[in-house]
């Protein structure tokens, strides 16, 4: 498993570059973690998330998935999220001056999975080369994912693992432990989130390529 160094955001890029994926650990400081922890908790109770949708198609089907999200903010001036996006921003021109991503946006949400909760095995960029379109006609293709967690003292016997398929044959497991972040390409990794026997938190987002659409 890969792990935070010197320079992590330099470490991310050699990582990316040679294999696809990273992961980095001690991203956000405890109090910054502990801080977006509580913001997910809040929106939680406070009844402002609701239950993923799937595929293009946009239906709601716990089956496939069961977690429960919410858009965060970019404009939110919470230190913590200042810091997260200010630090994403970081990545995002690094991928685009070291690795010539030409990636234009960060799309973020903040995702609750309940004890059991899972997401069976997808990919985050669909098929063929499909995508999605914004109000304003731009096609969007993910090209980076990025999964921050935020569970305080998670051990292995909880479960909820991320199961990052590296092939056909190969696959990894990682644990959502709090201040880990997750960052693989798009539409290269098979992915699937492991029932959990607590309460599983993470910020879950995707920087996009941005295209305008064909009339």
Do not use: C
Request: no cysteine; glycine share 6%.
């Amino acid at each position: 498993m890969l792990t935070s160094e010197v320079d992590p955001l330099a470490h991310a890029i050699e990582a990316i570059a040679d294999q696809g994926y990273v992961i980095i650990d001690d991203f956000l400081l405890p109090d910054e973690v502990t801080t977006l922890a509580e913001i997910i908790k809040n929106k939680w109770l406070g009844g402002q998330m609701v239950s993923a949708k799937t595929g293009k198609s946009g239906l709601k089907n716990q089956d496939i998935r069961s977690d429960y999200i919410a858009w965060l903010d970019e404009e939110d001036a919470t230190p913590a999220v200042q810091s997260y996006f200010r630090k994403m921003e970081m990545l995002r021109f690094m991928l685009n001056t070291q690795l010539f991503m030409n990636v234009q946006e960060l799309e973020t949400h903040v995702a609750l999975y309940p004890v059991g909760g899972r997401y069976q095995k997808h990919l985050d960029q669909f098929s063929h080369g499909s995508s999605l379109s914004n109000t304003s006609g731009n096609i969007q293709h993910r090209q980076l994912s990025a999964v921050l967690y935020l569970n305080q003292n998670w051990q292995e016997h909880h479960g909820g693992a991320l199961k990052l398929h590296l092939d056909e044959e190969n696959a990894i497991e990682i644990l959502p432990n709090a201040g880990r972040i997750v960052l693989f390409l798009s539409a290269k990794f098979w992915h699937e989130v492991l029932p959990a026997n607590r309460e599983r938190i993470s910020l879950t987002g995707w920087f996009r390529t941005r295209n305008h659409a064909l009339i």
